[in-house]
C-alpha cells in the first residue's frame, strides 16, 4: 500500500514513516505545501495523512486537491487543533477521518487500514491471519472457517490486534481504542485485561493458536512467534 | 452606609445642633429683653408713683392707675420690720371677673413723706409679655425646621449634582466583567479634578486589565496548541522504542511510566484547551436538547465499567428535560459527571441519577472521604487516593455550569457524594 505523509514536523513525521514502513506500506513524505502538492500531482497513493497547520499553506486546501484528483484516495486529517468546527469542514471537503494529535501510532495505523479498506474495497475485503478470518462488512469472525462469537468490544481488540501484527501495542493504545480517550487509563487496564482474557478463551476454544502475547509491563502483541 | 445618605446625615446631625443651641440662645435673648423692658417700666412707673406720694401726701388713692398699671400706694407702720429697700418680684393675682389667677410682675418699695412711712408697689400684668415671648418661641421653632430641612434638601442636591460622576464611576467599574468582550466602559472627564484623575486612572488600569487578560488567554490557548505536536513526537517515539525485541523488562517498564505519564499529560491538555475555549465563549451554539437523552446516552457509554464493577444504576428520568444547550457542552458536561459517579465508586455500589424539582442530581456510594468539598471544583483536585481522577473533570464541569449560569453543589452525606445542578 502507498501512503503519503504530510506533516511539518519532521520528528513526528519520521516517527510515522518508521511505524508504517515496517508494516506492508510503501512510505512517502512532504513537509511542505508545495511538496505536497507536487507529490499529489505525480503520484497516486492509497491513503494520505495530512495536517492542517503547514508553513505555506492550509492542509484543507490540500485535501480539496486530493479528493479531486481521485475518489479513491484515502484522507485522514492529523491536527494538534480539536475543534469540531475543523472537524466538520474537514469531512465536508472530502477527508475520511479526523485524528487529534498526540495519537498512538497504532491507533493511526488502524484508522488508516480502516480508512483504505472502507474507500478501496467498499469495506469488503476479508482480513486474514493464519486461520483466523475477519469480515468487517458484517464484523464477523471465523475460526477455520467455524464462526467465533465475539461481543463488540472483543471484535475490536482482535481487529486492532490483528491490523497491527507483530507490533507491541500498549495497554494504554488498546484503551484509547476502545473508549476513545476520555477514560482515564488507570480505569481501562483491569477492563482491557478482563475483555483480553475472554478474547483469548474464545479463540482458544475454537482451536485457534495463542497469537495474544503478553509484554509484561507494557501490553501485548499478536504475532505468531 | 451610602455617601449621600452619610453627607446628609451629617449635615442634619450638625444643622440640628447648630440651629437648636441657636435657637435657644436666641430665645433666652428675646425672653431677657422683654423682660429688661417690662423691668424698666415698672421702675419708671415706680418713680412716677414716688413723684406722686411726694407731691400727695395726703390724698392717696389707693387702685389709681398710673400708666396702665396697677399701683398701690398705702402707709405703714414705721416700725414695721419688712420696711427695705425697693424689690421686683413676680406672682400671680386672683382676677374676680375671669375667676382665674393671672400672672403679675410688681415692684416694691418704701418712702417717708412728711414722717408718714408710705409702702408703694406697682403691678404689671405679664400675661400679654408670656404671649409674646410664647409666639417668638413658636417661630423661633419653626424657622429652625425650616432652616434645618431646607438646608437638608439644598445640600442633598448639590451632593448628588457633586457626587454623579463619582457615582457614575462606582457604577461602571462595579459593573465590569473583562470576560465580556463587548462591554465597554465610559469615565468621562469631570468637572472636579479630583474625579477626573480617579476616572484616567481607572481607564488606564481597566485597559491593563483586559490586555493581560486578553494575553493570557492567548498565552494558554497557544500553550496548550504548542505542546499537541511535542507530546505526539514524544508518543511517538516511545511507541517505537517498545516495538524493539529484547528490549529488557526494566526498559519495558521505564518506557510504559513514560507512556502512562504523557497520557496523562494529554489528557490534562486536552482539557485546558477545552477549558480556555468555554471561557473564550467559542461554544455558542445552542439547541434545544432533552437532557434525559444526554444522560441516557452516556450510561451506554459507560455500559462496560458499569457492568464489571457490579454498580447498580437507578434511574428517575422520567420527567423530560429540555433545555437550550451547546451539545457539545452537554456531552462533556454530563459525561464528567457519570464518569466521576462510576469511577469514584466502591464495586458493587450504586448510582443514583434523577431530574427532579427544576434539579439534576447524581449521586454516588463512595468510600473516599472528601475534606473540602467547597474546593471539589478546583482545578487538579485530587480525592482520596486516586491519582489522575478529578484533575479537570469536574471543574469542566463547574466552567459549563457557570457559562449558563446553573449553580451546581457538591453534598456529602455519609457515604453517599452527590453532585447536584439547579436550574434544569
Known amino acids: 500500500m502507498k501512503l503519503l505523509i504530510i506533516e511539518d514536523e519532521s520528528d513526528l513525521q519520521q516517527s510515522i514513516r518508521s511505524y508504517f514502513t515496517n508494516g506492508n506500506f510503501v512510505v512517502d513524505t512532504a513537509t511542505t505545501f508545495d511538496a505536497a502538492d507536487e507529490k499529489i500531482h505525480l503520484y497516486e497513493y492509497d491513503c494520505t495523512l495530512v495536517d492542517l497547520n503547514l508553513p505555506d499553506g492550509s492542509g484543507f486546501d490540500l485535501v480539496q486537491k486530493i479528493k479531486g484528483k481521485s475518489a479513491d484516495t484515502g484522507i485522514i486529517i492529523i491536527s494538534a487543533r480539536e475543534s469540531v468546527e475543523d472537524r466538520v469542514k474537514g469531512l465536508e471537503l472530502g477527508a475520511d477521518d479526523y485524528l487529534v494529535k498526540p495519537f498512538h501510532l497504532s491507533e493511526l495505523n488502524a484508522r488508516v487500514n480502516s480508512v483504505i479498506r472502507r474507500v478501496k474495497f467498499s469495506g469488503e475485503e476479508f482480513i486474514s491471519f493464519n486461520e483466523i478470518k475477519i469480515n468487517p462488512g458484517e464484523r464477523t469472525v471465523h475460526i477455520k472457517d467455524k464462526h467465533v462469537d465475539l461481543t463488540k468490544k472483543e471484535y475490536e481488540i482482535l481487529l486492532f490486534f490483528i491490523t497491527n501484527q507483530n507490533k507491541v501495542l500498549t495497554k494504554e493504545s488498546i484503551g484509547e481504542h476502545l473508549w476513545g480517550d476520555f477514560i482515564d487509563n488507570a480505569n481501562s487496564y483491569d477492563f482491557v485485561y478482563t475483555h483480553i482474557k475472554n478474547l483469548r478463551k474464545k479463540l482458544l476454544d475454537k482451536g485457534c493458536q495463542d497469537y495474544i502475547k503478553n509484554i509484561y509491563g507494557v501490553g501485548y502483541k499478536f504475532s505468531e512467534n | ?424
Open chain 2, 1 to 424: 452606609m451610602k455617601l449621600l445618605n452619610r453627607t446628609n446625615l451629617i449635615y442634619i446631625t450638625i444643622s440640628l445642633f447648630v440651629f437648636f443651641f441657636g435657637g435657644i440662645i436666641l430665645y433666652n435673648i428675646v425672653k431677657k429683653t422683654i423682660d429688661q423692658n417690662i423691668n424698666k417700666e415698672l421702675l419708671s412707673s415706680f418713680h412716677q408713683a414716688m413723684s406722686y406720694t411726694r407731691k400727695n401726701p395726703g390724698n392717696i388713692s389707693s387702685d389709681s392707675l398710673l400708666l396702665h398699671n396697677s399701683v398701690d400706694i398705702s402707709k405703714v407702720n414705721r416700725d414695721n420690720p419688712r420696711i427695705g429697700k425697693i424689690m421686683m418680684k413676680d406672682t400671680i393675682l386672683y382676677d374676680k371677673i375671669e375667676t382665674v389667677y393671672k400672672p403679675y410682675r410688681y415692684i416694691s418699695g418704701f418712702m417717708l413723706v412728711n414722717d408718714e412711712m408710705y409702702r408703694i408697689r406697682v403691678y404689671k400684668s405679664l400675661i400679654e409679655t408670656n404671649a409674646l415671648i410664647e409666639k417668638i418661641a413658636l417661630t423661633i421653632a419653626g424657622m429652625t425646621l425650616f432652616f434645618v430641612f431646607g438646608v437638608f434638601f439644598i445640600i442633598k442636591i448639590i451632593s448628588q449634582h457633586i457626587w454623579k460622576d463619582f457615582l457614575n464611576t462606582v457604577e461602571q467599574v462595579g459593573n465590569y466583567d473583562v470576560t465580556n468582550r463587548l462591554q465597554k466602559v465610559n469615565l468621562p472627564n469631570s468637572e472636579i479634578s479630583e474625579f477626573t484623575k480617579l476616572n484616567k486612572a481607572l481607564e488606564k488600569m481597566i485597559e491593563r486589565i483586559r490586555e493581560d487578560y486578553d494575553n493570557l488567554k492567548e498565552f494558554t490557548e497557544n500553550l496548550t496548541h504548542e505542546l499537541q505536536t511535542p507530546l505526539a513526537v514524544i508518543k511517538t517515539r516511545v511507541e517505537l522504542l517498545l516495538q524493539q525485541e529484547n528490549l529488557g523488562r526494566e526498559n519495558a517498564e521505564n518506557l510504559s511510566d513514560i507512556n502512562k505519564n504523557l497520557a496523562k499529560i494529554t489528557r490534562l491538555n486536552h482539557g485546558l484547551v477545552l477549558l480556555t475555549k468555554i471561557e473564550n465563549q467559542q461554544f455558542e451554539e445552542k439547541n434545544q436538547l432533552d437532557l434525559k437523552d444526554i444522560v441516557r446516552n452516556q450510561l451506554e457509554n459507560f455500559e462496560d465499567f458499569i457492568l464489571s464493577r457490579g454498580l447498580k444504576v437507578q434511574q428517575d428520568l422520567t420527567v423530560s428535560k429540555k433545555f437550550y444547550f451547546n451539545p457539545i457542552l452537554a456531552d462533556i458536561l454530563f459525561m464528567n459527571l457519570v464518569k466521576n459517579a462510576i469511577f469514584h465508586n466502591h464495586d458493587k455500589g450504586t448510582v443514583n441519577i434523577f431530574f427532579r424539582n427544576e434539579t439534576f442530581g447524581i449521586e454516588n456510594t463512595s468510600n473516599n472521604q472528601v475534606e473540602n468539598p467547597e474546593s471539589m471544583f478546583a482545578r487538579f483536585k485530587r480525592a482520596g487516593n486516586k491519582t489522575a481522577s478529578l484533575g479537570i473533570g469536574l471543574s469542566l464541569v463547574k466552567t459549563i455550569c457557570d457559562h449558563y449560569q446553573l449553580d451546581i453543589e457538591y453534598r456529602q452525606e455519609d457515604n453517599i457524594h452527590g453532585i447536584y445542578i439547579k436550574g434544569l
